[in-house]
């Protein structure tokens, strides 16, 4: 979603995939232009008319198959990321410079010693978010009773806001005797820390957070998109 000095790129930003926040000068690997958020069809036009098509999802399947299998992740998890990252579109970028299928940006690549001309390649941007994802469950450290839904909806939390804002939140809810390792108590805190009640207390180190209303959109996107996946697709 990185070393600790690296980390910090995106570690204490707000993230925008689809929409940008002027209160925030920062960014995050993930973006996406407001005019590009907006999809052509529905959800489900989209799906039935790909159900009707020589790949189940999209035209990258294979790719996502082979990487997911290579990251550890669900390949239609990852379809669900690109398909609210950039609809599927290979040549996108954004007007931050993030690029690709995933919106991928130069930073994560270098992070991860790959050449920021390689992003164009669309394997290689798919490989690079699944490495981030793979990171960002690593720095969460979440513990293997988490349920899979909470441990993979903080992890998008992380990649889309920072994963700075969501070890807050978790400091936070842990402070107030609330579930660190749940969604819905993590996804509260993170709505909670645009306060000044909230965000000057000791345990918040990255500051006021004023994207919950868009990150929490993210999540639950993706996570929609990937259920209606899973019943579309093997």
Aim: aromatic content about 8%; some cysteine; proline content about 4%.
């Amino acid at each position: 979603m990185l070393c600790i000095a690296t980390i910090v790129a995106y570690e204490t930003s707000q993230g925008q995939p689809r929409i940008t926040n002027a209160d925030s000068t920062e960014s995050t690997p993930t973006e996406v232009t407001t005019a590009m958020a907006e999809p052509t069809q529905t959800d489900d036009e989209q799906l039935a008319e790909t159900a009707e098509l020589p790949y189940t999802i999209s035209a990258f399947d294979p790719i996502m198959r082979k990487v997911g299998e290579e990251q550890g992740y669900d390949w239609r998890f990852m379809s669900a990321i690109a398909y609210n990252e950039s609809r599927f579109k290979e040549n996108l970028v954004s007007k931050r410079g993030a690029v690709g299928i995933m919106q991928i940006r130069p930073v994560v690549a270098k992070h991860f010693n790959i050449p920021v001309e390689s992003l164009s390649d669309t394997e290689t941007n798919i490989r690079i978010a699944g490495m981030l994802l793979n990171e960002l469950d690593d720095l969460l450290n979440l513990p293997e009773t988490i349920s899979e839904q909470d441990r993979l909806s903080i992890i998008l939390a992380s990649y889309n806001a920072g994963i700075g804002h969501v070890h807050d939140a978790c400091r936070l809810a842990r402070s107030e005797g609330a579930d660190p390792n749940s969604w819905e108590d993590v996804s509260h805190y993170l709505e909670l820390m645009a306060d000044p009640a909230y965000y000057t207390l000791d345990v918040v180190r990255h500051g006021k957070f004023n994207g919950s209303r868009q990150t929490l959109g993210y999540v639950r996107e993706v996570m929609k998109m990937y259920n209606e996946y899973c019943t579309l697709a093997s």
